[in-house]
């Protein structure tokens, strides 16, 4: 089980203030490229599972990732997650051509099969986006600073994964108070916004 805080930023504004502040305690920045699959008779989304491909800076590194059964309550995400990195050039041959998925040599290509029973029709591609996350050691928390790029418009979110949500919710939202700097709790998902065509 993966829980994060996810809290909403409105605009750019808000986003580079908030990244000029964390500027001391940033670690690493990775540009990541998503793209999504099904099974072509919606196996997987019919039962609220997401099976996503994530290419690391260009292509570095890429994981694949079974998501089950997201529950996202006043900026609490909770949802299981299952990841595996496998090698990018299989990865970038699984997008070109969805059907490859099926004969990929990976534990958690072997689960997708057995538990949704893809059918004859194999796998599709639903497409993706952009995402560029900026990592920050704050405060005995690990935050994300994300700027995620859709067709239709870009979103700004902070996301921090913690056993402890409520105790790490509140010390962010302190300190997004205490700069200024405007937020909300997220209410839909990545995959959800990308899903919808629109911004939240």
Not at 157 to 176: G, Q, R, S, V
Request: some cysteine; overall charge negative.
């Amino acid at each position: 089980m993966e829980v994060e805080v996810k809290l909403r930023l409105p605009d750019n504004a808000a986003h580079q203030k908030l990244l000029s502040v964390l500027a001391p305690f940033h670690r690493l920045t990775h540009r990541q490229h998503n793209t999504f699959f099904d099974g072509a008779a919606a196996e997987l989304s019919s039962r609220r599972a997401v099976l996503r491909l994530r290419f690391y800076d260009d292509d570095a590194r890429c994981v694949v990732s079974l998501k089950a059964k997201a529950v996202l309550v006043d900026g609490v995400s909770r949802v299981e997650e299952d990841e595996e990195e496998i090698d990018p050039l299989v990865g970038r041959d699984c997008v070109a051509n969805p059907s490859r998925l099926g004969s990929v040599d990976s534990r958690i290509m072997a689960r997708v099969k057995n538990e949704f029973e893809i059918g004859d029709g194999g796998f599709v591609c639903l497409g993706g986006f952009k995402n560029v996350r900026a990592l920050h050691d704050w405060n005995g928390l690990k935050l994300e600073v994300d700027e995620t790029m859709y067709d239709f418009g870009t979103c700004y979110e902070i996301e921090c994964e913690t056993a402890e949500p409520e105790k790490a919710k509140n010390l962010i939202e302190t300190f997004l108070k205490e700069n200024g700097i405007a937020y909300s709790y997220s209410e839909a998902s990545k995959f959800a916004i990308f899903r919808s065509g629109k911004l939240p």
